[in-house]
């Protein structure tokens, strides 16, 4: 009698003492929720739901333990899921190319992702398709506001439950429990943040742009990327500047240079950052000197890892980035930001608080300051000279004591100490004059003519002034040369 009803059950109604609910599939067409928390009145579909809502929000009871790490569940099947943690079951596998998964939910998300594209949950207020219940449910959130989950510790409030852990983590404990078997880097989140990290190692992009096949290791990059590049959308504005973003991470990155907040410090200096990965970059560029990234051809060693997938560009001579208005191609995407900036739309968006000077890029701005306040980060070992660029100590070091020029001409042979001495050199070979003067139209083969021009003929500026007898220069270099009139008869 069992074995019947056994086979029987998935067609039949009520062939036993035990009650199927068949209801429960057709609820999730017609949108019906007969079942609803008595605390905050959220409805479900399932009696059960509502059950595991209770234990998940509200009373935060959680009866089933795991006897391998001691973690707590609100639900059986919770906590048979995160077993397969432990073990690294994966019982579920996608039909079209065999990855396998830990719950049947994320083949589905797999395939509408990766294989089927579709997106059946529709958002009633701008329309935009999600493969997932669950990401609709997130998305909505930027609509209405509503950030349900909240921290124990500060009261934080965030979108999405994972946030709160990984706040928790990141912030206040400062725990990262799972590693990979690389570099023994640690994480704060689970196994698909491990997964996704995997990925710079075993160089795998399984995801790619629907418009130029430009592929990616996680989807967000995609997501960011046809924003950026393909359909223009910036949906996050400063309500301070009116300045638009394609993702809410670089709004709020942006958002710190209004703000002056540097939530990352360096434990060695103190010295404080915008963003965590430049905590990193100071961290290898000024204590401890390594860089684990080196060049197969040159054996130039780099860090960040970026650094040397531009510096390939110099062996390989790609230039992916190209100037929409006059077509010149770059090899790094800030040198085409600019470009465009320096040379057709003349945007200084970056100011100087103390003298009001402005510029194209944050980074001139911060060797600007530099200049203010007298900082100089770099310095020779050989003779101790100091400089506030990087660039500027390895010129030094070349030019000086090394006399290396590894840069040759392939018109007459000359050599350089630094590539743009050679770009420069090159242009008269080929008579380009790319800089010209906004005043009069006078061209120049570097920017820095132009800039030296614009003093001496247009506007008379001299902002080099001699601190002996106070004789002001348009030029650094002829305040150099000024000095050795001083200096001239001490010896």
């Not at 998300?109 to 935009?128: A, N, Y």
């Not at 290396?404 to 380009?432: M, Q, W």
Request: charged fraction near 25%; glycine fraction near 6%; hydrophobic fraction near 25%.
């Amino acid at each position: 009698m069992q074995r019947i009803h056994a086979e029987e059950k998935s067609y039949s109604w009520k062939m036993c003492d035990k009650a199927l609910d068949l209801k429960t599939p057709l609820r999730r067409n017609t949108g019906e929720k007969p079942f609803s928390c008595e605390v905050c009145g959220k409805t479900f579909t399932h009696k059960s739901h509502v059950t595991r809502h209770m234990q998940r929000i509200h009373t935060g009871e959680k009866l089933h333990s795991c006897k391998i790490c001691g973690k707590a569940f609100a639900t059986n099947n919770d906590i048979k899921r995160h077993l397969r943690t432990h073990t690294g079951e994966t019982p579920f596998s996608c039909e079209v190319c065999g990855k396998e998964f830990t719950q049947k939910y994320h083949v589905t998300k797999h395939m509408r992702r990766i294989h089927t594209g579709e997106k059946p949950h529709s958002c009633e207020m701008c329309d935009k398709a999600f493969a997932t219940n669950d990401s609709l449910k997130t998305h909505f959130q930027t609509h209405t506001g509503e950030k349900p989950f909240s921290c124990e510790v500060c009261g934080k409030k965030f979108t999405h439950k994972s946030y709160v852990t990984r706040h928790m983590l990141r912030i206040h404990i400062g725990e990262k429990p799972f590693s990979n078997n690389v570099y023994d880097k640690a994480f704060e989140t689970n196994f698909e943040l491990i997964s996704s990290h995997m990925r710079t190692h075993t160089e795998e992009k399984l995801f790619s742009c629907e418009i130029c096949g430009k592929e990616f290791t996680l989807k967000s990059n995609v997501t960011r990327h046809m924003r950026r590049i393909h359909i223009g959308e910036r949906p996050y504005t400063c309500k301070i500047c009116v300045k638009a973003f394609a993702t809410n991470e670089d709004f709020k990155l942006h958002m710190r240079t209004h703000t002056g907040e540097k939530p990352f410090s360096c434990v060695v200096c103190g010295k404080a950052f915008t963003r965590k990965h430049h905590v990193k970059t100071h961290m290898q560029r000024i204590h401890t000197g390594e860089k684990p990234y080196p060049c197969k051809i040159c054996l130039k060693a780099f860090e960040p890892k970026e650094n040397i997938k531009s510096h390939m560009r110099t062996h390989t001579g790609e230039k992916p980035f190209s100037c929409e208005v006059c077509g010149k191609e770059f090899t790094r995407k800030p040198h085409l930001m600019s470009h465009i900036r320096r040379i057709h739309t003349g945007e200084k968006p970056y100011l100087c608080n103390v003298c009001a000077k402005a510029f194209a890029i944050h980074a001139d701005l911060k060797l600007h300051m530099r200049k203010h306040t007298g900082e100089t980060l770099f310095s020779c070992e050989v003779c101790g000279k100091e400089y506030t660029r990087n660039s500027h100590l390895t010129t030094h070091i070349q030019r000086i004591h090394t006399g290396e020029k590894p840069y040759s001409c392939n018109v007459c042979d000359k050599a350089f100490a630094i590539n743009s001495e050679l770009k420069s050199h090159i242009r008269k070979h080929t008579g380009e004059r790319p800089f010209s003067c906004e005043v009069c139209g006078k061209e120049f083969t570097r920017n820095y003519y132009v800039t030296i021009h614009m003093r001496r003929i247009h506007t008379g500026e001299k902002p080099y002034s001699c601190n002996v007898c106070e004789t002001a220069f348009a030029t650094n270099s002829e305040l150099k040369s000024h000095m050795r009139t001083h200096t001239a008869g001490r010896s």
